[in-house]
């Protein structure tokens, strides 16, 4: 089955600092990628996406490629903000899905400090 | 930006009992969804509902589970008879048919954290 792997948090890090969190992906096909976020006490707000192998989504600084090759849609932020401390997810829509059923991961969550 | 809309945030209630977890999706949208997230846990898909029936399930939403679009705003998730392990924050989301645009996306209410005792 379909399955999505990241980083354990929870991560800190201080302002402008560099951030990466890992997602790994199991799928047949090309699933399309996603990162969600959720700020606290709201509810989980679409980041980024790519739909095809090499894409590269992007979006408030933050970046992820679609990579094929190694099954990776690693999220990557130059220079984070405390406005950035939220749990970051993962998922994966199954090629040809017409519909939004997500596979998750777990959650990663991110703490930045001034 | 539009919002999906869940009542009530917390939801407390014994074994055993019903509870009705409420939404409001966007009001143009047509796909409506239910995910959990058990505490430390991943988010999981329950169920998704287009044309006043469910479209797609999983295998979590066995018989304690139903859906509901009562009127034409409300979407609602039951739970016949609670157990302990129902205990998880339960997203709403809904979005519109996949390719009526190309840039939809699915939008979450914040969630009816449910606690069973």
């Keep these: 089955g379909n399955s999505v792997t990241q980083m354990e948090g929870p991560v800190t890090l201080s302002e402008e600092a560099f951030l990466t969190i890992n997602c790994t992906y199991t799928a047949t096909g090309y699933p399309s990628l996603f990162w969600y976020v959720q700020y606290p006490g709201e509810g989980l707000q679409l980041l980024l996406k790519a739909t095809k192998a090499d894409d590269k989504g992007s979006n408030k600084g933050f970046e992820a490629t679609y990579r094929k090759e190694t099954t990776s849609f690693h999220l990557e932020k130059g220079s984070v903000q405390v406005s950035d401390s939220a749990v970051y997810f993962c998922a994966l829509r199954p090629s040809g899905a017409g519909s939004y059923q997500l596979t998750f991961g777990k959650g990663t969550k991110l703490s930045v400090i001034p | ?117």
């Design chain 2, 1 to 117: 930006e539009p919002e999906v809309t869940q009542t009530p945030s917390h939801q407390v209630t014994q074994m055993g009992q019903e509870v009705i977890l409420r939404c409001v999706p966007i009001s143009n949208h047509l796909y409506f969804y239910w995910y959990r997230q058990i505490l430390g846990q991943k988010v999981e898909f329950l169920v998704s509902f287009y044309n006043n029936e469910i479209s797609e399930k999983s295998e979590i939403f066995d018989d304690q589970f139903s859906v509901e679009r009562p009127d034409g705003s409300n979407f609602t998730l039951k739970i016949r008879s609670t157990k302990l392990e129902d205990s998880a924050m339960y997203f709403c989301a809904s979005t519109l048919p996949f390719g009526v645009t190309t840039n939809e996306k699915l939008f979450f209410g914040s969630g009816t954290q449910l606690s069973v005792l």
